[in-house]
């Protein structure tokens, strides 16, 4: 073996040169990866008649090392590295195995002939991210497998398998073995002839104006707030034109999106994903949990279950009645069904969980093999510190009991057993099967065991863990709580509810607040407030639109009612709640004023952010970037903005501070906002600081 550099090496067997690419665990390439490839295929283009290049882990290659974008690009240049494997003298054959994702797809398609082992995940996963397919992907793709489908793969970022692949064009054959072997076996067959070989800029590409056009009003239809993916399509047009124009204007177009602040923004959500599972907990084994309880089969209680039993768990799970067990196993065999039409389960799992691997029950007792109980009954301390009382005399020893509470104190309701140290929070979100974040609310006695084994419990049920210390409503319903405050403010000041939710979906969130609250349900909000209400600070601005509502039964989606109406079409506009937020204006006195969609992003985005930065201040959070999960995973904040602190850092806490004076208020309580912030500028510490 020759090394090229500390990620790629060669070896000549034969009449084959064999290039060998080891950048653990996913082979990204980076710097070294392209010098080695493009020294490695310099120094045996004159030395052999075939190359055939694999990787030497469980990738070919995931992609372009994305730390690496935004900093100074060393050259030899992804380009550059796919026109030496495409122009190199002899043939070159790329192993497509495991992910093989945007730049690895692109060095892979740059190579003159392509086999595919059954584990490949390919596809161009840069819109993702925030960029385009920046080596030849928009040029050569279509040249391969034609416009449509490189606008299909491009624009969505899907995953394919090698038989979809393969029907693509987007791979000669799919054969099996190790990718070493299968290099050299089908570069022999490259130079015997039986492998034929080509160079995908010499072919043509046909035009098809009817995909292009319907892509591009596609994207501007779906993807308005986005930058990339205008560009890919408007780089995939090139492609039938010349080959090295099209490279050199997908170059730009690549650049242009890497300097992009969106491109910043998805990045750090990619990382974000990733970086929540780093916790501070080296030496604990997590618990092997094979069977899960759950208490209640309400909304949540549902949800979890049908979660659960989606990951192949056991679950048995206790309501108070035979009717509340009869619309529990209605609604989960609801969800597992639409689970089966979306191709997540099969007919068989779906009847094996049907005949024995769930069961409801009535009686605690049903629990004594659980490996972990979840309680989810009512969001009351009293009632949740008698079923955890329950659970503790029947729940094996050992076992874990959690709570889903929202709000309550982990740590209070841990005491009402007599094994804080196996009492969590496992903070689900509606629809529990659905969405992914799940908060690990880790009490003062929380072993480590019992913390580790709520991650694996996550990594399990496919959903993103984030630690989060006990303070009311944990990471994300603390924040919620905040943010709920201003939107408040702004009803009063002169916006109307429809206003703040459109300013906020234009800004990119999947929903406006006044919308989620009616998806949430307006009494748990109202329960919580009258929980505070005594310790409310009597400084604090209070606004009572929100318990009016709710007074007058309106709890939002579930009575039909909230701050929107909703019927068999669209929700509309609840004409009574302009009257209670007239009454209430008119009761403090409030001349009403017009906000602009810019004070209202402004000052609803500062709010979170301060908000965010205190509860990382508190050490609730572990790290900035960890709110920034939260939010983005269970609050549907735009992916492209990173998350609050992201947002912060990116706008710049001054710049920040400085509109949000534009935007000045009385508001005594609003006020402390950009206090928080003006500390951090004085200190000149930025949030970056704590990632
Ligand atoms: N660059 C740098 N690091 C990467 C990376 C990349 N492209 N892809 C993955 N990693 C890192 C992860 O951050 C993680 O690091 P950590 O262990 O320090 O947390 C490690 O590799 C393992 O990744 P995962 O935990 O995600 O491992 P999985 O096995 O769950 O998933 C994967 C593997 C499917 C490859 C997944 O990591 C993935 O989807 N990666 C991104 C693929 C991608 O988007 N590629 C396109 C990049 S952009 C590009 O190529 C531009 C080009 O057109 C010029
Ligand atoms: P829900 O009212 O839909 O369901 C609660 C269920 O618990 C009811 O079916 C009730 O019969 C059952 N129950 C009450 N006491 C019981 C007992 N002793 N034994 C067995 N069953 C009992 O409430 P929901 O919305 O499911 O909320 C449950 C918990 O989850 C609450 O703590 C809530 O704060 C929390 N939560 C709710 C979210 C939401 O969006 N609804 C999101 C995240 C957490």
Redesign the pocket.
Known sequence: MTTTSETVSYEIVDDVGLICLNNP??N???YSMRRGIFEAVKALGPKVQAIGIYGAN??FI??????EFGKPIAEPT?PEVCLALENCPVPTVAVMHG?T????L?VAIAAQARVALPNL?TG???V??G?????G?TQRGPRLIGIRATLDLATSGRRIGADEALSLGLVDRIDEGEPREVALRFAEDAISGALATRRTAEITVQADRTALTEYANRMRKTQANLFAPHRIVECIALSTGDFTEGMDRERQG?FDCVASPQRAGLIHA??AE??V??IPIEDAIPRDIGSVGIVGGGTMGSGIATACLLAGLDVVLKEQHQRACDRALAAISKNLAGAVKRGKLTEDALANILNGKFKTTLEYADFSETDLVIEAVFEDLAVKAQVLQQLDTVVKLGGIIATNTSYLDVDELAQSTSRPDRVIGLHFFSPAHVMRLLEVVVGENTAPEVVVTGFALAKRLKKIAVWSGVCDGFIGNRILNHTRKVADYMIMDGATPTQVDRALKDFGFAMGPFSVLDLAGLDIGWAARKRRAPTRPPEERYVEIADRICEAGWFGRKTGRGYYIYGDGDPVENPDVFRIIEEERSNAGIAPRKLSDEEIVTRYLTAMASEAARVVADGVALRPIDVDAVELFGYGFPRHHGGPLHYADQVGIKTLIARIEEFATEDAYYWQVPELLRDMVEQDQVFADFN
């Open positions: 665990p996913v990204a390439c980076g469980r990738a995931a992609g372009a090392d994305i730390t992804m992910p994702l945007g730049g690895g692109e995940l161009f996963p840069e993702t991210l960029v385009l397919p920046g080596s992907g690549f990619f990382f990733r970086a599972a780093k």
